[in-house]
T-cell receptor, first 115, second 113 residues
């Protein structure tokens, strides 16, 4: 049973370009969470999705950031018109259930560098 | 102010020695508290999960304790190994669901031979 997969592992974008980060949850998991980790900081919650639905996006910046989790395929975190401050590690996690007793399993992360 | 504070920020110990990492939290009420290990360049991996009613939980050389009255948790590592070098993150999960995890900033542990 493969774990949570994220790609690409490393992404370099110039200011103003778009970044697309992909996350494939563990088999059987329909709940996906995205986190951002800035250098020397802890992980911060961004958005929680179930298949085809955004449940909680309270951690997402209001502009330029969007996320989706379609019926088929991976979850996508999209950052438009990237700026230097978007440089960070973006982690995806998945769980079989929203209940807090269920553990979240993390992917290896995508390291975004904006030049 | 972060709702989950960890100390020390960094720690260096000799291989084979024991160490204890601290976590103080203000999140309340909470459902459970987890300790994660994050190797450099990797995602966090769960070490222990404790509900608010548990006092201690072990996983091999890792032992976590929880004092819900003082809102403190600790992670004790015995007989440290070089592979223990990583960041250790305390995470508090409130009652209302998995999406509201609150992460500490972690303790960076370095084991030297």
């Amino acid at each position: 049973n493969a774990g949570v997969m994220q790609n690409p592992r490393h992404l370099v974008r110039r200011r103003g370009q778009e970044a697309r980060l992909r996350c494939s949850p563990m088999k059987g998991h329909s709940h996906v969470y995205w986190y951002r980790q800035l250098p020397e900081e802890g992980l911060k919650f961004m958005v929680y999705l179930q298949k085809e639905n955004i449940i909680d996006e309270s951690g997402m910046p209001k502009e330029r950031f969007s996320a989706e989790f379609p019926k088929e395929g991976p979850s996508i975190l999209r950052i438009q018109q990237v700026v230097r401050g978007d440089s960070a590690a973006y982690f995806c996690a998945s769980s079989p259930n929203r209940d807090s007793s269920y553990e979240q399993y993390f992917g290896p992360g995508t390291r975004l560098t904006v030049t | 102010k972060n709702q989950v504070e960890q100390s020390p920020q960094s720690l260096i110990i000799l291989e084979g020695k024991n160490c204890t990492l601290q976590c103080n939290y203000t999140v309340s009420p909470f459902s459970n508290l987890r300790w994660y290990k994050q190797d450099t360049g990797r995602g966090p991996v769960s070490l222990t999960i404790m509900t608010f009613s548990e006092n201690t939980k072990s996983n091999g050389r890792y032992t976590a304790t929880l004092d819900a009255d003082t809102k403190q948790s600790s992670l004790h590592i015995t007989a440290s190994q070089l592979s223990d070098s990583a960041s250790y993150i305390c995470v508090v999960i409130p009652n209302f669901g998995n999406e509201k995890l609150t992460f500490g900033t972690g303790t960076r542990l370095t084991i030297i031979p």
